[in-house]
């Protein structure tokens, strides 16, 4: 056994990803090939291999492979990430080709390597120079998560660049593996072929129009005059999507063209797809290996790589890898679609035997430098290179960071005189998703909740986002609509259930907190008209924010008797469906997670709190205990719930994607117990939740701009959701408010210090 190199002694431990044997294409034979390079150089390296699966079902993959990646399914592409974290590789390759990855341009990739923490390489088959919006899209996206990107061509580096802006130092070059073979004369092996006696020129790979066969087949008269045993061998199976499409028309056509042109008894077509030894044996009982591509942008070709190894004398179009991997005398190279010049090189080179047979020992030569046993060893250095610069966590301590003063500067720049806008790309507003009334009622309860602020610009805001709320109410429907465009007009009849609880719940802190009293009588008459939609709702966080909604109101009015029968109904429903749910280990509401999870004990444990409901009050505490055990990290940092989880039937919730609304439901269900309870240590948990803002959490980094009060919209597994949409801003305000009103009440908002390294 051979060791690792010392400098590459660190990477035992790699997922694999791209097409796999015994699917039939050279990305397929590409992904074989290295994995069995890698493991037949460095026998203890584990390679996970995630073949991509264009037909599930259809393949009959060996052991190699660990999991297959339906390709059309997104889903799939998330389990996976999920399954390579697990797994506990230390570096992701990617063999990235388009066409072999679902979404608009192959995006669905882009979400597995969003969530993977893993330093990510890919190596990249095919090199766009004018790409589309969306492959440049993805491109980006791929290039500006990758340590390092491996082209097989000078020429892709330089179009990588040029187009992409690329960063030169994260560029690779290394060129494609051949296999090693010992150089033999075609002579002897012509015969298992039923060769004997016939100059063979040969073409292999997928038939498809862009292989410039017809060129070849046109040039045949003149090849065949000047050397009547020519022979031209076209290998290869059509390509399965050609096939899907048309059948085998493509081939009939050039068999007639063959015919057309006289040399039908001079060109043999090989309908078969050949594994790797037997392509070797064809490509060394040929006298010469003809590449008469038309694309002249391909930055790759196993193939004549192949050709090249095995020391064949070569005719070929100049495409990139041609010009490229031919240079110095290494073949000989002709014009796109010029018959004439294939005919005159392919005729000098069977007609030259001395020429010929120099030119293949060049090649040769050159494929020594070129065996998978060297693509091997540069892989595993560019490997060890992307564990080596993996991105540096920032190491201030979240936990010495002060809460944050409320500051409504970015609210008002999500905002205008219609209300607040639903999205931004970074931190400019995204007019195209126009609003929600989500937003706007939350937008409502903090201009309601946040204490320093100058009178007339609450009293501008409270009239703006109560304006939008009033307009929402549909009274035909009796429900408040949700989604509204940039140009006002309203994009349903109804909103959700959530989103009408949740507009409760913002008339609610709206007719208890709002200054001047103005505003509180507005919100306790719209309340009035509007709250019996609440006794419909079924959905348990609907149901959630209605009873927030409700204890407000009967904190502004005690006598307030639907709010009452509201808490009433609704937390011995929530009570309900815990027994339903509940299995040991799960003492929670629904069989699933979802988003927003601390609103439901918050909910109950504020109910709990109005009506003197000793057992409103216990289950808060018991579900709040468990959803809190569960979004604890290792380190002991918050850890949200992310998004991935949601969903999942008695399933541990997953880390990504996190979001600011988790932390701040945490936060104020908190507040909610420790008002409950008088128990301190609600209020270490309430700040342990809003350091998540703050760069205590899995990351390190912090999601606030504290100059402005923006919020970033969540971690991902590598980084920020750069975006500072309005539920994320909102997040983080109301939880400052939260914080500082708790820090009021309890004394010391931070208490014993917390563990947050």
């Known amino acids: 056994m051979k060791p690792l190199p010392s400098q590459h002694s660190s990477v035992g431990h790699i997922a694999l990803i791209g097409n796999f044997l015994p699917r039939k294409c050279g990305i397929a034979t590409f992904t074989t090939d290295i994995r069995a390079a890698l493991k037949q150089r460095y026998p203890d390296l584990r390679v996970d291999v995630y073949a991509m699966d264009d037909f599930p079902g259809r393949y009959a993959y060996p052991p190699e492979v660990t999991g297959t990646i339906a390709q059309q399914e997104r889903g799939a592409y998330l389990a996976a990430a ?93 060129p494609h593996g051949v296999p090693d073979r010992t150089f033999v004369e075609p002579e002897t092996m012509k015969a298992r072929f039923g060769w004997e006696g016939r100059k063979v020129i040969l073409t292999f ?43 085998e028309l493509y081939r009939d056509r050039l068999k007639a063209l063959a015919t057309e042109k006289g040399v039908a008894d001079h060109v043999d077509f090989v309908d078969a797809f050949v594994d790797q030894e037997a392509l070797l ?19 790759t070709s196993g193939t004549l790589s192949y050709a090249v190894g095995v020391g064949k004398a070569v005719v070929s179009t100049p ?40 030119l293949s020992h060049r090649a040769y030569a050159l494929g020594r430098t070129m065996l998978w046993s060297r693509f091997a060893e540069r892989t595993m250095a560019v490997l060890g290179d992307a564990l080596t610069i993996r991105p540096r966590r920032l190491t201030k301590r979240a936990a010495a960071l002060a809460p944050l003063e409320p500051d409504i500067s970015a609210v008002e720049r999500m905002s205008d005189t219609t209300g607040m806008l639903q999205h931004s790309i970074y931190s400019v507003p995204d007019r195209n998703h126009g609003y929600c009334i989500d937003d706007n009622a939350r937008a409502l309860i903090l201009m309601c909740r946040i204490e320093k602020l100058d009178p007339v610009v609450r009293d501008k805001w409270i009239g703006i986002y109560a304006s939008f709320i009033q307009f929402a109410w549909n009274p035909e429907k009796q429900r408040f609509r949700n989604f509204m465009k940039f140009d006002r007009s309203w994009s349903e009849e109804e909103g ?86 509940r299995r040991p280990e799960w003492s929670w509401f629904e069989i699933v997670l979802a ?29 709040l205990e468990w959803i809190r055990e569960r979004q604890i990290s290792p380190e002991g940092r918050f850890r949200a719930v992310g998004t991935e989880s949601f969903g999942r039937a008695y399933a541990e919730p997953l880390p990504f994607d996190q979001q600011p609304l988790e932390a701040q439901a945490m936060v104020d269900a908190c507040d909610a117990a420790f008002a409950a309870t008088g128990d301190r240590r609600w209020v270490e948990e309430a700040m342990r939740a809003y350091r998540w803002y703050l760069g205590a959490n899995d990351l390190e980094v912090p999601l606030v701009t504290a100059q402005d009060g923006g919020c970033f919209d969540g971690l991902m597994p590598t980084g920020l ?37």
């Open 595 to 623: 988003y927003d999870n601390a609103r439901l004990p918050e909910a109950l444990l504020r109910a709990g709190k109005a009506l003197e409901r000793a057992d409103f009050i216990a289950t808060g505490i018991e579900t």
């Open 205 to 247: 790979g997928l038939l498809a129009p862009n292989k410039g066969i017809e060129t070849l087949i046109a040039a045949m008269p003149d090849i065949v005059a000047a050397e009547p045993s020519a022979l031209y061998v076209v290998l290869g199976a059509t390509h399965p999507n050609l096939v899907a499409h048309e059948g």
């Open 319 to 358: 495409y990139v890898h041609a010009t490229e991997i031919l240079a110095d005398h290494h073949g000989v190279l002709v014009g796109f679609g010029d018959s004439g010049g294939v005919a005159r090189g392919i005729r000098r080179l069977l007609t030259g035997g001395a020429e010929r047979q120099a």
């Open 82 to 174: 999920r399954e390579i974290e697990a797994s506990g590789a230390q570096v992701l390759w990617i063999q990235h080709e388009y066409g072999i990855y679902g979404g608009a341009a192959g995006e669905h990739l882009i979400a597995l390597i969003d969530r993977v923490t893993i330093p990510v390489i890919a190596t990249l088959h095919t090199i766009l120079e004018h790409p589309s919006e969306d492959e440049r899209r993805v491109m980006e996206a791929l290039l500006r998560r990758c340590s390092k990107v491996i082209v097989m061509a000078e020429k892709g580096r330089e179009i990588l660049k040029r187009v992409h802006g690329a960063d030169d130092r994260a560029i690779v070059t290394i």
């Open 721 to 757: 959701n750069r975006n500072q949409g309005a539920e994320s801003i909102l997040a983080l305000q109301l939880a400052s408010c939260t914080i500082s009103a708790l820090s009021k009440v309890a004394g010391n908002v931070a208490g014993p210090e917390i563990a947050v390294a």
């Open 496 to 581: 959700s259930e959530d989103s009408n609880g949740r507009t409760l719940w913002a008339l609610g802190v709206a007719a208890n907190c709002a200054t001047p009293r103005k505003h509180r009588d507005w919100a306790r008459s719209l309340y009035d008209a509007t709250a019996t939609l609440a006794l419909q709702l079924r959905s348990p966080r609907a149901m959630a924010f209605a009873m927030l909604g409700a204890t407000e109101m009967l904190t502004a009015h005690p006598g307030h008797s639907l709010s009452r029968e509201m808490l009433t109904r609704f937390g011995e429903e929530l009570i309900s469906l815990l027994d339903k749910a």
């Open 281 to 299: 044996d064809y490509l060394q009982a040929a006298d010469i290996y003809a590449t008469p591509y038309s694309n002249p942008a391909q930055i």
